[in-house]
């Protein structure tokens, strides 16, 4: 069946980047489509953007362009999102996301 | 961006109770080939978001037809016949019609 399986949880500094990664399994990773979300404990989800893995082309929410970098390496059916100049505002759980799958989710904490 | 709005915020409800969520868009989301791309999911507390509804009224992969998803245009409603134990989560309509894709503010369905 479908798998994402996510990387584990970052604590990271003020200013510091940091790259998630979510490895699929169970479908045809290179013709398909990756959404990224986040959501802050409590609060409803956002859309970061997608990434098609066919061609590496990407869409953003204008909101986290700057923020985020979507990727992928098909050799590994692995997406990744690399997040940029962090702050305390970009504190959350994110989620990489098929149509019909979700991974499980990685918390990242922004702290010095 | 679209805006989807929930009602109710949060539902109590018995087990064997059918109940319904409402979801409205501040814009229309039938596309111009004709495609309605609203979407209903369930996060269970500690999880990630599991698709239950895709384009309006199709069931999800696995989900029970006790649920059911209706509406066009800017109204849609999810159904709940006969609630059960683990359908309590919050729940939360998806648009993908219009970027950036949005959600709404996510009803919190809880035993009464």
């Known amino acids: 069946q479908v798998k994402l399986q996510q990387s584990g949880a970052e604590l990271v500094k003020p200013g510091a980047s940091v790259k998630l990664s979510c490895k699929t399994s169970g479908y045809t990773f290179s013709t398909s489509y990756m959404s990224w979300f986040k959501q802050i404990p409590g609060q409803s989800i956002e859309w970061i953007g997608m990434i098609y893995a066919g061609d590496g082309g990407t869409g953003y929410n204008q909101k986290f362009k700057g923020k985020a970098t979507l990727t992928v390496d098909t050799s590994s059916s692995t997406a990744y999102m690399d997040l940029s100049s962090l702050t305390t505002e970009d504190s959350a759980v994110y989620f990489c996301a098929t149509p019909g799958s979700w991974g499980q989710g990685v918390m990242v904490t922004v702290s010095s | 961006d679209v805006v989807l709005t929930q009602t109710p915020s949060t539902l109590s409800a018995t087990i064997g109770q059918s109940v319904s969520i409402s979801c409205r868009s501040s814009?229309?989301?039938?596309?111009?080939?004709?495609?309605?791309?609203l979407y209903w999911y369930l996060q269970r507390p500690g999880q990630s978001p599991q698709l239950l509804i895709y384009?309006?009224?199709n069931l999800g992969s696995g989900v029970p037809n006790r649920f059911s998803g209706s509406g066009s245009g800017t109204d849609f409603t999810l159904k709940i016949s006969g609630v059960e134990a683990e359908d309590l989560g919050v729940y939360y309509c998806m648009q993908a019609t219009h970027a950036p894709y949005t959600f709404g503010a996510g009803t919190k369905l809880e035993l009464k």
């Open positions: 384009l309006v009224s």
């Open positions: 814009q229309s989301l039938l596309d111009s080939a004709g495609n309605t791309y």
